[in-house]
């Protein structure tokens, strides 16, 4: 009996978050403030394509798509959190905001290789290579492995 109210209890809790997930198209106005800084800084002359804010229920996240092909994560404080360029190598503004050593990794052991993408994680950073390789960095910049 145990066994069968927790799972009816399990079920009624998912079933509460899945009704609160909800995606929609938003403008550009609704973004964050931080999150169109980013924008205007990294991609000053991109047109953006669509924005798409998503609302489960642990909180907001957006997703903005731009012209060139390039996406970016904002989490609901409109801090970045994965610009994807889709084998198309990052603008080195974005680069920048890396930790250096992650840099000083690729340029030293992957010399031919460029960064298409940066996402940030709890352990710190995955960082994807056009060579469709993804790497490991802690929130230091020192590798940690590849990704499996």
């Known amino acids: 009996m145990k066994k069968v109210m927790l799972l009816v209890s399990v079920l009624a809790f998912a079933t509460m978050f899945a009704a609160c997930d909800k995606k929609e198209i938003i403008s550009v106005a609704e973004l964050p403030a931080s999150s169109q800084v980013f924008i205007k800084t990294h991609f000053p002359e991109v047109a953006i394509t669509h924005i798409i804010k998503e609302t489960d229920g642990l909180g907001k996240d957006y997703t903005v798509y731009l012209a060139n092909g390039f996406d970016i994560d904002f989490d609901k404080k409109g801090n970045w959190d994965d610009v994807d360029g889709h084998f198309t190598p ?31 994680e709890r ?26």
Do not use: C, H, K
């Not at 905001?97 to 030293?108: C, D, F, K, N, Q």
């Not at 060579?131 to 802690?138: A, K, P, Q, S």
């Open 90 to 120: 990052l603008p080195q503004s974005v680069l920048n905001l890396l930790p250096a050593g992650i840099m000083e990794y690729v340029t030293a052991y992957l010399p031919n290789s460029q960064i298409v993408e940066a996402n940030r």
């Open 123 to 148: 352990y710190g950073y995955e960082i994807g290579l056009n060579g469709e390789i993804d790497l490991r960095f802690n929130s230091n910049g020192a590798f940690i492995g590849y990704e499996d």
